[in-house]
């Protein structure tokens, strides 16, 4: 196999040429010559220096599905009442101890 010269750049999007499978570099250590990078699916990988050089790579551009969400709802326990125009239920203390740290 033959080495690549293609430079592992933070916030890149690469394609593994013979999987493709997507990914991104998100960290690169200079130290330690380490390469941390992310799939699509949110799985972190790390690998060395020697291995990336040997990876059938090139670069791509973002995947469309990382800029949209596709999913347009929030978690309930996300939501801000304020932001929604409802007032927020006010602490009530129920304990001694409760009334205590909201003096």
Do not use: C
Not at 31 to 36: A, F, G, K, L, V
């Amino acid at each position: 196999m033959n080495a690549n010269l293609i430079r592992p750049d933070i916030g890149q999007w690469y394609a593994h040429t013979d999987k493709g499978e997507l990914f991104q570099v998100a960290v690169r250590d200079e130290e330690s010559r380490n390469i941390e990078i992310q799939y699509v699916d949110g799985d972190l990988d790390e690998i060395d220096a020697e291995t990336w050089a040997m990876l059938p790579i090139e670069r791509v551009e973002p995947p469309e599905d990382m800029t949209a969400s596709g999913d347009d709802t929030e978690p309930e326990q996300d939501r801000d009442p304020l932001a929604e125009g409802r007032p927020a239920e006010p602490f009530i203390a129920e304990t001694a101890e409760a009334r205590e740290w909201t003096r």
